[in-house]
């Protein structure tokens, strides 16, 4: 682990993301200056903002935070992706459709 924030690993990281330290400081919802500050170790990133990076500069989030300082957040679970969401989404419709079904068979009517 990195006692301070990496930062020739992060921009060499940015390079061959095709990235720069303004899309960075976008995707983080972060002003240039504060990611200027992270860059300097003095500013702290949050475990989201781990995560994030990690999707931006194709590295895990352990690597992420163990480059970024010793303080660093290692997030503790991934957020569901859209493909989780999707299939999450269609088993509760499929629910749904199914307590519809019953609830009008009850009372007698047809689907």
Known sequence: MA??????WFDA???AAG???????????LTEPQLADVWKDQRELTADNVRM???LLAATPAEIASRAGVSTPVPKEAPPGLAE???????VEEALAE?????????????
């Open 3 to 8: 006692l301070f924030f990496d930062s020739e």
């Open 53 to 55: 990076l990690g999707v």
């Open 85 to 91: 969401l999707s299939q999450r989404l269609a088993r």
């Open 99 to 111: 307590i519809k079904a019953l609830v009008l068979a009850l009372h007698g009517k047809p689907r």
């Open 19 to 29: 990235l720069s330290r303004a899309n960075l400081a976008a995707a983080l919802g």
């Open 13 to 15: 990281r940015l390079v």
